[in-house]
């Protein structure tokens, strides 16, 4: 089994994408499950996706970068225990610093998984005012990605999606970026043809 | 440093009900509370609107979820449609920066009460919970992942039902260390 991390900040776009890549999936005969963390007490995620059909084990009520790591160690055994998935698939809260959540599993590599991937995603329309109130928590998703993702194309403006990409290229050069629109799904083919690669890969 | 020392995740279950009969457009009344709540977060102050989310679920069974994560770009609710629903349940989480859980709380009772002068909807909460900014969530290179540490003030003030208006608040505290679910067949 392989381990895909999703991260990214709040409403970033990482549970829309999670849905559209679980068909991808589907699509390629991959079998799949998923994590969900939320930080709030309430988990609403977990349920959106699951009413795609989606097999989710849902964590709430803190993070799973620090928090409540326990609680993801834990969930990840389950399943592979239970159901020896091709590919975890775990969406990170929204103020998740993707490393954490590595480390939180580290020790568990090679034995409950074996190569990971993480796509942090970046919402190009906020992305001037994360710098300004969040700047670790940006720096820390967008350098701990082994891909990142510009969304909401269609919702930036020319100057918001200039300074995305050069913000991105000054926190991680050598990191591959995408770009993609809910509103025009062959933007998502190539991203979602190599992350089902990585699920085929395991 | 992460994020979750700047933020005190609020969620509320509550119970909308119609004016009249039922819901001609669930939708449009979801993300019009949604963008109330939004601009009324942004007016007390706060620094970012992180999330604003919402699930919501009919009588009948039907479901959508909502969501605002600016003003600009405005709510949206994908989902059934849930049209001549005779009430709604909905669980909303608020994420946003620069304002603490019971200014986030005060801010969502004053737009619930303002929706109900409207005339939009009246509503019962029935359940609300605020954690506090976790102030040991700590650079990733640095942390441990053990509980009870110093400066680990992770709790949850509970609220019991209220009915259109503050009143009979019924504060608790819950410390919580995470809670799992499965949604799913297999």
């Given at each position: ?5 999703f ?10 994408l999670?849905?559209?890549f679980a ?11 998923f994590?969900?963390?939320e ?5 609403i995620?977990g ?7 989606l097999?989710?084990?849902?964590i ?5 970068c ?6 993801l160690?834990?969930?990840?055994e389950?399943?592979?225990?239970r159901?020896?998935?091709d ?5 990170a ?8 959540v590595?480390?939180a ?7 409950l998984?074996?190569?990971q991937?993480?796509v ?13 109130v969040?700047?670790?928590?940006t ?10 993702v ?8 020319p100057?918001?999606?200039t ?9 991680a ?8 629109t809910?509103?025009?799904p062959?933007?998502l ?11 085929a890969a395991? | 440093m992460?994020?979750r020392?700047?933020?005190?995740p ?10 009249q009969?039922?819901?001609a457009?669930?939708q449009?009344d979801?993300c ?5 709540l ?12 992180g ?8 009588p009948?069974g039907?479901?959508?979820h909502?969501?605002l994560?600016?003003?600009?770009a405005?709510?949206?609710c ?12 909905v ?14 709380e005060?801010?969502t ?13 009246e509503?019962?909460l ?17 942390h ?8 680990h003030?992770?709790?949850a ?8 208006h ?21």
């Amino acid at each position: 089994m392989n381990l895909l991390l999703f991260a990214g900040f709040l409403g970033s776009g990482k549970t829309t994408l999670i849905r559209t890549f679980a068909q991808r999936l589907t699509d390629e005969g991959l079998t799949a499950c998923f994590i969900v963390n939320e930080v709030g007490e309430v988990g609403i995620d977990g349920r959106v996706l699951g009413d795609g059909g989606l097999d989710v084990y849902e964590i709430t009520a803190g993070c799973i970068c620090c928090e409540i790591a326990s609680s993801l160690v834990t969930t990840a055994e389950q399943i592979v225990e239970r159901y020896h998935p091709d590919l975890l698939v775990i969406e990170a809260s929204g103020i998740a610093a993707p490393e954490g959540v590595l480390k939180a599993l580290a020790h568990r590599r090679g034995e409950l998984y074996q190569d990971q991937l993480v796509v942090s995603l970046v919402d190009p329309t906020r992305l001037e005012m994360l710098l300004a109130v969040a700047l670790p928590l940006t720096e820390a998703q967008v350098r701990g990605a082994d891909e990142l993702v510009i969304t909401k194309l269609d919702e930036a403006t020319p100057d918001e999606l200039t300074a995305a990409r050069e913000t991105l290229e000054d926190l991680a050069p050598q990191t591959r970026v995408s770009e993609i629109t809910s509103d025009k799904p062959e933007s998502l083919h190539p991203l979602l043809g190599r992350l089902a690669a990585f699920g085929a890969a395991s | 440093m992460t994020g979750r020392e700047l933020i005190a995740p609020y969620s509320v279950r509550l119970r909308l009900v119609p004016p009249q009969g039922a819901f001609a457009e669930p939708q449009e009344d979801v993300c019009g509370l949604l963008e109330e709540l939004g601009r009324r977060t942004e007016a007390a102050g706060a620094s970012l609107i992180g999330h604003l989310k919402c699930y919501v679920e009919s009588p009948g069974g039907e479901s959508f979820h909502g969501s605002l994560t600016s003003l600009r770009a405005g709510a949206r609710c994908r989902g059934e449609r849930a049209q001549g629903a005779a009430s709604l349940t909905v669980d909303l989480t608020a994420l946003v920066y620069g304002l603490s859980g019971d200014e986030v709380e005060a801010v969502t009772l004053a737009t619930l009460r303002q929706m109900q002068e409207q005339g939009r909807f009246e509503w019962e909460l029935n359940h609300a919970s605020t954690l506090e900014p976790e102030a040991a969530c700590e650079p990733p290179a640095g942390h441990d992942h053990d509980h009870g540490q110093e400066g680990h003030h992770h709790h949850a003030h509970e609220h019991g039902q209220e009915h259109g208006h503050e009143h009979g608040h019924d504060h608790g505290h819950d410390h919580g260390g995470g809670h799992a679910g499965h949604h799913g067949e297999a």
